[in-house]
């Protein structure tokens, strides 16, 4: 079986060529101190955001809204067959903080679909478009040319 062509180390201004990994002997533990310096200060950017947004999930009037919605939703709305464990926002409540309590931008998952359809911190509303736009009214929209202008 053939090897892998070497390749220089990831580290800037290294030259030596190493075979696997990303790093050289002398650079692996300078990038790791590196990357979990990095990831501290990462955790520590989201934990003071988290803060903020954990006080309203604590409040009497989430608690009682979010058990009450997973009654009438027993079910997963996403895979239709887990138990329903979490209630969640369909337009996050960090860009939308007008519809925390609102009924129509609640739905009920089961903790593995939450995780895996749920936001990720820094990454935009990524749900799908049935789910956050309204339908169009009928005539709505105007052809160019008519009249009203």
Avoid at 122 to 143: E, H, L, N, S, Y
Wanted: glycine residues 8%.
């Amino acid at each position: 079986m053939p090897r892998r062509p070497a390749k220089p180390c990831a580290f800037a201004g290294c030259s030596v060529l190493i075979r696997s990994g990303s790093h050289c002997e002398k650079h692996a533990a300078i990038a790791a101190q590196q990357k979990a310096k990095h990831m501290q200060a990462i955790h520590a950017r989201y934990n003071q955001e988290r803060d903020e947004s954990d006080g309203f999930y604590k409040t009497e009037r989430w608690k009682k809204l979010s058990a009450r919605f997973r009654r009438l939703h027993p079910i997963c709305q996403e895979c239709d067959e887990a138990p329903s464990q979490i209630t969640d926002h369909i337009k996050a409540r960090k860009a939308h903080p007008e519809l925390s309590l609102v009924w129509s931008n609640l739905r009920a998952l089961c903790r593995a679909c939450h995780n895996r359809v749920g936001e990720r911190v820094g990454r935009v509303d990524g749900q799908p478009a049935a789910q956050t736009c309204p339908a169009p009214r009928i005539g709505a929209f105007k052809r160019t040319g008519e009249g009203g202008g």
